[in-house]
């Protein structure tokens, strides 16, 4: 699972493929991997400015976007990458599967590779269920977002948005606020950014801490002045309001008076600090709209964001350089 | 028939026996225990130093699934993999489809038994009608048909009153209540141990607390009625704790642990395969604290017996997503191995308290005969091997599923021989004993 040993035994390892059949997570990444993606990222985002938004890096290949959940973001960020890199595509949703009639997973992605695709991006709403796929499945996974456990592409493109506008992850200093408990992006921000060098810090009712969250090697408190103090990247999560019924928090008016995100909150990061959040945000919960709409909000890039680092994932999985010479 | 077992050590911890005598065997009796016993008109069977002969084993926590559960397990199936794995006697729950809270339901288990004519069989009673948790199930008629003990299993008993009348009204026929200890608000929706592995792998956590305290609420409610409490497979260092300090307390509570709670820990759930589903039990695998909790209270003595809570599931029920799979593994035909490896060649206890925790405990808890090879008992006896190497291999279990974590482990510690009523029901193929 770990990058090819470099020729250079001492040199820093320099990937330029993953060499992985899936992308599960981050947790399978280097953060010489992590790089890779990044920087192809980069040449990706140049293509979607050209007048003529299309490669042939992917011709031929064939793509299923199969999606258990609800997702209009991810979804259509992915099928764009794909589009652009000239992959044939298909997306299936849940209304319209299989599986209202009682067909399970691994029989679905059967009976789909049966129809020899390439690659299946999944996006399920139980934990592992891309883990599982892998096992029986010979198409490459990628993981679109695996219940409360990873969704690597989307701290993929919170990290190149990041690099963007500050040049580098290592030494920042990123509070993460919100439903720690139940996020997957939190999951996957984590790994990506301590495998990076940043200062994790995460904060949340003490309800929505995941238990030992510090063996991450991040802070973790419930006293959000002091996670936002000097940060130089603050990133808001969701909070769903179906947490309410389970105690997790007396109302989304407390919630928003004890974490949310406002601009005198604000005041004690640093001047320069980016306001990011994955969607689809609860504005007047998570985050004042002041906040969302202001100055300091990169949001939007990070949707924009998000169809070229897909389409680095979906190139790289493919075989990268070895398999395409130019893009 | 006589038949005279000699050459392999004995250990009969009931009557203080442990050396290397022969056993006589008169029909389906225990003859005589002793040295240089006589041969003439007896059938000798010669065995090896290395054997160990000791009163059949006994596991009082599986599930054979039948009635109802055929796809899973039957009771044929079931008592060939329990006499594969070393057990003379299996107690199965009465979670069945319908469940064991009636008489019929008892005979017809006891019918399935009889035809198969392997283990024994002792089915366990629902604590409940249709351990709903509602109305007390028909007790006395479940004991008047041959049932052993009552617990709603699968679920702990609905409420604290309930448990309080099923330990005051089972207490009339001297039977125990079997409590699947667990505070339902506690676990929720939860899957796996809530700690760093299950925070890692996005899944919903169950804290030892759960287990902790139905442990506490029934060791109570023992105290109140003076009845007989049982913990049924103990997996939190908290319920170590409460149990220990009701046993100093002189209420009668005993318990039980699983060879995969003294085996494991939550790790498993991570690697070598993550989101494997053959480690999804309830109990969960906890982390190592708890685990090594097991282990000192079963050296310690807090344990009273091991039982596997084997929980067979077809290969279709645990082929999903980890948090949509069923709780539960086989555990008949890997106790023996597991528990000679991890407990005795470990250095935890030894041979002799083994066999206190895989055959006496379980026959005092449950007044059940056997348990010992002391002279008109009945000729339940394992023959046991405990430096035979054995490779676990999943595709041969006899249980109908094949659901266990421990497939390809290599362990030491096999059973060459199970004899039930003096018959000889199962011989290990590895083993070379002339046997019929």
């Known amino acids: 699972m770990s990058a090819p040993a470099s020729p250079q035994a001492e040199a820093p390892v320099v990937a330029t493929a ?7 997570g981050i947790a399978d990444l280097t953060p010489g991997e992590i790089s890779l993606v990044l920087d192809t990222a980069e040449a990706m985002k140049e293509i979607g400015a050209r007048p003529i938004k299309k490669v042939p890096a992917l011709r031929g290949k064939t793509v299923v976007n199969l999606f258990f959940e609800p997702s209009t973001r991810t979804r259509t960020s992915f099928e764009i990458a794909e589009k652009r890199l000239s992959a044939d595509t298909l997306s299936i949703a849940i209304a319209s599967s299989s599986v209202v009639k009682g067909e399970s997973l691994v029989d679905t992605a059967l009976n789909l590779e049966a129809m020899n695709p390439d690659m299946i991006v999944l996006r399920h709403a139980s934990s592992g269920a891309c883990h599982l796929l892998s096992r029986v499945c010979k198409s490459a996974i990628i993981n679109a977002g695996d219940g409360t456990h990873e969704h690597p592409t989307q701290a993929l493109l919170d990290a190149f948005t990041i690099r963007e506008r500050k040049k580098t992850l290592a030494g ?99 001047p320069d ?41 979906l190139y790289l999985l493919a075989g990268g350089v070895e398999h395409e010479e130019t893009v | ?6 050459g ?17 065997v008169d029909g389906d009796r225990i003859a005589q225990v002793g040295r240089d016993l006589p041969v003439a008109g007896v059938e000798v069977i010669e065995l090896s130093r290395d054997h160990v002969v000791c009163p059949g084993l006994i596991d009082i926590h599986v599930h054979l699934r039948e009635p109802g559960q055929e796809h ?5 199936s079931g008592v060939a993999s329990a006499v594969a794995g070393g057990f003379t006697a299996v107690a199965c729950m009465p979670n069945t489809t319908p469940v064991n809270d009636n008489a019929n339901v008892t005979a017809y288990i006891l019918g399935k038994a009889a035809a198969a004519n392997l283990a024994r069989v002792y089915p366990i009673g629902a604590v409940s009608r249709g351990s709903k948790g509602e109305l007390l199930a028909d007790i006395a008629e479940l004991h008047h048909a041959g049932c052993v003990a009552i617990t709603d299993d699968g679920h702990p008993t609905a409420t604290a009153l309930l448990l309080r009348r099923a330990m005051e009204y089972a207490g009339m026929f001297g039977m125990p209540v079997i409590e699947h200890c667990e505070d339902s608000s506690l676990k929720g929706d939860g899957v796996a141990h809530e700690g760093f592995t299950a925070a890692s792998l996005g899944l919903r956590g169950i804290p030892g607390a759960c287990e902790a305290l139905g442990v506490e609420r029934g060791v109570l409610m023992a105290e109140l009625t003076g009845g007989a409490f049982h913990v049924a497979h103990m997996s939190a260092r908290a319920s170590i704790r409460a149990v220990r300090k009701a046993k100093e307390a002189g209420i009668r509570v005993t318990c039980e642990v699983a060879p995969h709670h003294f085996t494991l820990t939550d790790e498993s759930l991570q690697s070598p395969i993550p989101y494997d589903t053959n480690t999804k039990m309830n109990p969960p695998l906890r ?4 685990r090594d909790a097991m282990l000192a209270g079963i050296a310690d003595g807090t344990v009273d017996l091991i039982a596997t809570d084997h929980a067979p599931h077809h290969y279709d029920e645990k082929n999903v997503e980890f948090d949509r799979a069923p709780f539960g593994i086989v555990g008949l035909e890997t106790a023996v191995p597991l528990a000679v490896t991890q407990l005795v060649h470990a250095g935890h206890i030894s041979l002799h308290k083994l066999v206190e925790l895989m055959a006496v405990g379980p026959a005092k808890l449950l007044k059940l005969p056997g348990g010992t090879l002391r002279e008109g008992a009945p000729a339940d006896i394992t023959i046991l091997a405990p430096d035979m190497p054995v490779r676990i ?44």
């Open chain 1, 172 to 270: 920042l200093k990123v509070a993460i606020i919100g439903d720690l408990l139940h996020s997957r992006v939190l999951r996957s921000n984590i790994l990506l950014l301590t495998k990076m060098g940043a200062e994790v810090w995460v904060c949340g009712p003490p309800t929505l801490i995941p238990t030992d969250i510090r063996r991450f090697g991040v802070q973790s408190t419930s006293r959000v002045d002091e996670a936002v103090a000097d940060a130089d990247v603050v990133m808001l999560l969701r909070i769903q309001l179906e947490r309410m019924e389970g105690a997790y928090f007396p109302s989304l008016r407390e919630y928003f008076t004890v974490f949310g995100m406002t601009e005198a909150r604000l005041k004690l990061a640093k």
């Open chain 2, 8 to 24: 392999a050590r004995v250990i009969d911890p009931a009557s203080g026996v442990d050396g290397f005598v022969d056993v006589l």
């Open chain 1, 18 to 24: 993953l060499r992985h059949k899936d992308l599960l």
């Open chain 2, 393 to 436: 291999q999943a595709s041969r279990l006899r249980s109908r599923s094949k659901n266990t974590p421990f497939d390809g482990w290599e362990l030491r510690g096999g059973v060459v021989a199970t004899i039930v009523g003096g018959r000889t029901v199962y011989v290990n193929d590895a083993a070379t004993v002339a046997l019929s």
């Open chain 2, 1 to 6: 028939m006589k038949r005279l077992f000699r």
């Open chain 1, 273 to 313: 600090v980016l306001i990011m959040h994955p969607g689809p945000m609860n504005r007047g919960v998570e985050i004042a709209s002041e906040v969302a709409d202001g100055p300091y909000s990169v949001i939007l890039d990070q949707v924009h964001n998000g169809v070229a680092v897909r389409m680095a994932v």
């Open chain 2, 287 to 290: 982390e190592a604290a708890d």
């Open chain 2, 72 to 76: 899973k397990e039957t009771v044929a």
